[in-house]
């Protein structure tokens, strides 16, 4: 026997399978045992799979035991009741709840944070001193972003310029 | 006379047949899903059940497997047998059990056993042993093997002891052949070390 043919000896389908010999040694006929005996390599791979094979087993039971779909289903039933109860909560579709009408006007006002963004770049005195756009600056400090962000989604589009900004609370005040 | 080319053959009917079952299961026939589960969870519970150390924890896989299958059958699109795809969900929640396992505990050889020698080499002899101490050697076996990065564990229990060929194993686990026969032939390398950290039985 040749080293090739011992390890098609030692693996295979279900290699441990227990109407065989069980792991190790136990399995092999005599010549396969005598080449394991002759040649260190092989006798390293029967011991490596001797270890897997007990590491591994495939237990004596064929299946799950009795009750499993059972079980799986009253999960199932949890699960998609769950899922219910999770689609029925009206922050699940927050966009659906202020109406398709809102959609264009929120394309728009993100497409004017885009042009100001870029409005920004053009007119800026120069790269900021490590030679690139700070673009958490810019974003910071942009005004309709702001606005945006502070949940006025439609109304303040129509106003007359996005330019003026609306003047920060108490400046009346300190005016007079 | 009978016309071969209009007769299918029975791997060709089965297909078809199964292709119809997983199609109605995936468009929420629940008796087809239930018949799936029927066909494939003895298969997917051999698997789990070389990887976990009680029947209990083979049967929370097969669980979560059909649970996982259960979600994602609505977007399955059919690129090869249902038994390869199921067969992937499978390793991969085995996979995860394996690294779950391996974050919890490290071990060495000198710390799972006295003579730690013993019962590899009697496993080896071919020697019977008694119900405690054949018990005993399996989980010294298992602590050993949980030191082989999941994946390759994965690879040489689906290659060397489930006898699957470097193509099924790569169908199973959503890699190439190559690559399947690389990691083989190098788990098989960690392997054959993590035997040899083995010592040989003290006389």
Redesign the interface.
Same mark, same amino acid.
């Given at each position: 026997m040749d080293c090739r043919a011992f390890r098609a000896r030692l693996?295979?389908? %279900?290699?441990?399978a227990p109407d065989r010999?069980? $792991? +190790?040694? /136990?399995?092999l006929d005599e010549a396969a045992r005598r080449h394991a005996a002759a040649c260190p390599k092989c006798a390293?791979?029967?011991?490596?799979?001797?270890?897997? %094979?007990?590491?591994?087993?495939?237990?004596a039971? $064929? +299946?799950? /035991?009795p009750g499993?779909?059972e079980?799986?289903?009253a999960?199932?039933a949890s699960?998609a009741a769950r899922a219910g109860a999770g689609a029925a909560r009206p922050e699940a579709s927050w966009l659906d709840a202020i109406g398709w009408l809102a959609r264009p006007a929120l394309g728009m006002a993100a497409a004017l944070v885009v042009a100001s963004a870029g409005l920004y770049v053009w007119v800026a005195p120069g790269p900021s001193p490590s030679g690139s756009v700070d673009l958490a600056q810019m974003v910071e400090g942009d005004p309709v972003l702001d606005r945006l962000l502070a949940g006025e989604t439609v109304g303040f589009l129509a106003s007359p310029s996005l330019d003026e900004e609306a003047p920060p609370a108490g400046a009346a005040e300190e005016e007079r | 006379m009978r016309d071969a080319a209009a007769d299918p053959g029975p791997a060709e009917r089965g297909g078809a047949e199964e292709a119809l079952l997983v199609a109605r299961a995936a468009a929420g026939d629940a008796p087809a899903f239930d018949d799936l589960v029927r066909r494939f969870k003895d298969r997917v519970f051999r698997l789990a059940r070389r990887f976990v150390r009680s029947h209990e924890d083979a049967e929370e896989i097969v669980q979560e497997v059909f649970l996982k299958v259960h979600r994602s059958l609505p977007g399955y699109r059919a690129g090869g047998p249902f038994e390869h795809w199921i067969l992937r969900v499978a390793t991969n929640a085995c996979r995860d059990a394996l690294r779950r396992r391996r974050r919890r505990a490290e071990v060495t050889v000198s710390q799972i056993a006295d003579n730690p020698g013993a019962w590899l080499d009697a496993a080896l002899s071919g020697a019977s042993l008694d119900a405690a101490r054949a018990e005993a050697a399996r989980l010294l076996a298992a602590d050993l093997l949980d030191l082989l990065p999941p994946k390759d564990r994965i690879v040489l229990v689906l290659m060397d002891l489930e006898g699957m060929s470097a193509a099924e194993v790569a169908a199973a686990t959503g890699s190439t052949r190559a690559a399947v026969k690389v990691r083989a032939m190098r788990a098989r390398r960690s392997l054959r070390r993590l035997a040899e950290r083995v010592p040989r039985r003290r006389t």
């Amino acid at each position: 026997m040749d080293c090739r043919a011992f390890r098609a000896r030692l693996r295979g389908p %279900a290699a441990d399978a227990p109407d065989r010999t069980g $792991p +190790g040694a /136990g399995r092999l006929d005599e010549a396969a045992r005598r080449h394991a005996a002759a040649c260190p390599k092989c006798a390293a791979d029967l011991r490596a799979f001797t270890l897997l %094979a007990l590491g591994s087993p495939a237990g004596a039971a $064929p +299946g799950p /035991g009795p009750g499993f779909e059972e079980r799986l289903r009253a999960r199932l039933a949890s699960e998609a009741a769950r899922a219910g109860a999770g689609a029925a909560r009206p922050e699940a579709s927050w966009l659906d709840a202020i109406g398709w009408l809102a959609r264009p006007a929120l394309g728009m006002a993100a497409a004017l944070v885009v042009a100001s963004a870029g409005l920004y770049v053009w007119v800026a005195p120069g790269p900021s001193p490590s030679g690139s756009v700070d673009l958490a600056q810019m974003v910071e400090g942009d005004p309709v972003l702001d606005r945006l962000l502070a949940g006025e989604t439609v109304g303040f589009l129509a106003s007359p310029s996005l330019d003026e900004e609306a003047p920060p609370a108490g400046a009346a005040e300190e005016e007079r | 006379m009978r016309d071969a080319a209009a007769d299918p053959g029975p791997a060709e009917r089965g297909g078809a047949e199964e292709a119809l079952l997983v199609a109605r299961a995936a468009a929420g026939d629940a008796p087809a899903f239930d018949d799936l589960v029927r066909r494939f969870k003895d298969r997917v519970f051999r698997l789990a059940r070389r990887f976990v150390r009680s029947h209990e924890d083979a049967e929370e896989i097969v669980q979560e497997v059909f649970l996982k299958v259960h979600r994602s059958l609505p977007g399955y699109r059919a690129g090869g047998p249902f038994e390869h795809w199921i067969l992937r969900v499978a390793t991969n929640a085995c996979r995860d059990a394996l690294r779950r396992r391996r974050r919890r505990a490290e071990v060495t050889v000198s710390q799972i056993a006295d003579n730690p020698g013993a019962w590899l080499d009697a496993a080896l002899s071919g020697a019977s042993l008694d119900a405690a101490r054949a018990e005993a050697a399996r989980l010294l076996a298992a602590d050993l093997l949980d030191l082989l990065p999941p994946k390759d564990r994965i690879v040489l229990v689906l290659m060397d002891l489930e006898g699957m060929s470097a193509a099924e194993v790569a169908a199973a686990t959503g890699s190439t052949r190559a690559a399947v026969k690389v990691r083989a032939m190098r788990a098989r390398r960690s392997l054959r070390r993590l035997a040899e950290r083995v010592p040989r039985r003290r006389t």
